[in-house]
């Protein structure tokens, strides 16, 4: 006879299972996503895979045709690496931007799979992977199907110039942060294809808010990115990070007034561009439904939030990057890492452990924009078109060109007066603990008007 | 119905037709809006009602008299006192019956618990069609303190057929006042932290301020009522111009549109009115609970209601404006007619005149803001 499918709720032992296993997962997941990054993409930079294939396969690398061969295949296991850590991130970050969602808004949020619901996020991606793939009758069947691709694309693609930490980045490209502006535009594409091909017109309206409202923001992301681009002297992710310190004023943001209003620009037009709140117009729900992704349904539809999510961490890490000093520890300098490295093939164990913790520093500060980013979310209402376009044109493009001219003179007075920039950094950050502490001091006070607050969190 | 609707479309132009509707998120229910846009910029909104016909007026004349009053509930499930009670007093009034002065304060203290309940409801998902999502919860959280409240004064929490034809159908519970005044006495505070949740928000503000104004001229041709009508600047509320129950005891204020966020009728000027309405409200619970008389609660009502040949109106002044009820006697145990003039039937029909040359998120503030529940529109 075959057992009797209960309802009940799970037995002591059962409970406690969970409990450990999601846990373990809380703790395991993120340590194994970031470890084996911090192990392999140090190994297929080209200095340390020249010297593997020196050393352990005995050929010239610069003559043998195989290095290509060897190189792509390198590059695969890191591709696969890559779409794994924005997968797994991407869920894990539903997860938390909905337990962070619940907490804003005085309600406890998914708790019922694995503790805290850590499991919420895979039982999500299960159910949407098992619900039919829907294509409408009536819409391009073709376009339709092949749109959702082109959004994963443009998201994975910038994670290979996007870096984790001193050495974890798949490639130091020379134009980092150019192709990185470039392969986020993929993502207008595809939505702007489900747009078209859905052959509804909600869907219609999304695509078309969403291709008016991703390039004209990309306007003054790209001028905002001018900025520190000018300040280091380089478009390779690594080099701008490299050309700031470890300590908060000697950041970017810190050390040139212009660099502090760029920042801001391009946090706004990352927001817009990643279709985050107030922003979210293409895809408004009280507005048209569902937007571009209206008719999606089961896979595909989880795509497109799947990149949502990994969009996070995106926009986040590319602020860091440019603006908020990136991996950079405090106080160990670029002869530092050298010095540390060692003279060998292979670098030397303590070096691991300082790539670790600066991917550590890094993880840090994306995971705090992360968190403003939901925090503005479930907080804000969202603009109408007119005024997105506005904000656009009338207020961040003339702002982005102010920051980029004032960048230029500000660099000829760093060349000609000494420790301009440490003044300006020293000043900007004393400011910003001052805007911390009022900030702090209004949360406070805030909260002890608060009068509705009856969450029962025992139940977490 | 919708054949009516689309004849007057002209369909050889350029311009896009869209169902907004009746299974769009920000219709609140099952309203459907055909939307002629030219891109964002709507040329007109041409609502469409009757998803929800159920035939309630003519249930009136099927059912008797006593047996009507749980369909009232149905006219508007958000703000069901206002309905019981614009019907009692019809009937009251065709068979000559005087409430006592205790279940006029129970109705009073129950309308004004249900006229912030449901007022809640309308602001939260104002900021949640905004785009907002935060307040709503805040809202339904509060509003789930009242249905506790209501729910231990008469055993319902949204179809309350509390009101019967010559008093209330319970009294008030042991220790009920205390805990309504406890509930006050936080939502007073909540009152304040919703304004600086979303109130004064700059987006909010703008998103709101100056959008689909509705003049004060324009209110009064269209027949707007209630809240509507007021935050068109229009000084008009039947509790305090044309009292009735226990309303000409009690102190308040009635808030007008000032506009707060640049012209006076703006979207912003409604939703502002309902949260400063909600402050008065609570202000009347409070007096009323103070004074609250001891004595009956139900007058003697004959078993068999069966008024002489004649009609009545009453006119209540609901969360959605004024109710009035007008029920017509043919000396038989069943109503000949009885009709209910509802604020959202009117409000909708403002909509088409109002949306031209809005965007499509205008559209959403403006419904939002004009309050409308679907059920009271097709009655």
Known sequence: MPAKFSFAFPKPLTRRVLLASSLAAVVVIPVALFGLLVLYLPLIQA??????????????????????????????????????????????????????????????????????????????????????????AEADSLLFRA?????????????????????????????????????????????????????SKWALFGGMRSAAQVISYEVPSGLAIMTPVLMAGTLSTQGIIRAQGGWPWEWFVARNPAAFLAFFILFISQLAEANRTPFDLPEAESELVAGYMSEYSGFRFALYFLVEWANLWIISAVAVSLFLGGWQIPGVTGQDWTALRGAGALPRVSWWFWQLLSVGVFATKTMVLVTIVIWLRWTLPRIRVDQMMNLCWKYLVPGGFAAMLFTLLWEIAVARVKHLET?????????????????????????????????????? | MSKLVLRRIDRNNEEMLVNFGPQHPSTHGVLNFLVETDGEVMRRAIPD???????????????????????????????????????????????????????????????????????????????????????????????????????????????????????????????????????????????QEWDRLITWNEIYLKRLGGVAVISREQAIDYGLVGPNLRGSGVDWDVRRDVPYGAYPDFKFDVPVGRGWAGTVGDAFDRYYVRVLEMAQSSRIVRQALEKLPEGEYMAKVPRKIKPEASEVMSRVESARGEMAYYVVSDGTERAYRVRARTGSFLAMGIIEDISGGLMIADLIALIASLDVVAPETDR
């Open chain 1, 47 to 136: 200095e340390a895979f020249h010297a593997f294939v020196r050393e352990a396969l005995h050929r010239d690398p610069s003559t043998w045709a195989g290095t290509q061969w060897v190189y792509g295949a390198a590059l695969l296991v890191a591709g696969i690496l890559l779409f794994t850590f924005a997968s797994v991130s991407g869920g894990i970050f539903s997860w938390y931007e909905r337990r962070v969602a619940g907490r804003i808004q005085s309600r406890i949020g998914p708790n019922r799979v694995g503790a805290g619901g850590f499991f919420q996020w895979v039982a999500d991606a299960v159910k949407l992977l098992f619900k039919e793939d829907l294509v409408p």
């Open chain 1, 147 to 199: 749109a959702p691709y082109f959004v994963v694309a443009g998201m994975t693609l910038t994670l290979v110039a996007l870096p984790f930490g001193q050495s974890v980045i798949v490639a130091d490209l020379n134009v980092g942060i150019f192709y990185i502006l470039a392969v986020t535009s993929l993502i207008v594409v595809g939505i702007l294809l489900s747009g078209w091909s859905s052959n």
């Open chain 1, 423 to 460: 003044v300006s950094g020293l000043v900007l950050f004393v400011l910003f603990v001052y805007a911390l502490y009022r900030f702090f001091k209004q949360t406070r006070e805030n909260i002890s008007l608060v009068v509705g607050d009856h969450v029962d969190l025992t139940n977490w």
């Open chain 2, 49 to 191: 009602i009757g998803y929800l016909h159920r035939s309630l007026e003519k249930i009136g004349e099927i059912v008797g008299y006593p047996g009507y009053m749980p369909y009232t509930d149905r006219i508007d499930y958000l703000a069901a006192m206002f309905a019981n009670e614009g019907y009692a007093i019809a009937v009251e009034k065709l068979i000559k019956v005087l409430v006592p002065p205790r279940a006029q304060y129970l109705r009073a203290v129950s309308c004004e618990l249900n006229r912030i309940a449901s007022h809640l409801v309308s602001i939260g998902t104002m900021a949640t069609d905004i785009g907002a999502v935060t307040p709503l919860v805040y809202a339904l959280r509060e509003r789930e303190a009242i249905n506790d409240l209501v729910e231990a004064l008469c055993g319902a929490r949204l179809t309350y057929n509390y009101h019967r034809i010559g008093g209330v159908a319970f009294d008030a519970p042991a220790g009920w006042r205390d805990g309504v005044l406890k509930f006050l006495d936080r939502f007073d505070s909540l009152l």
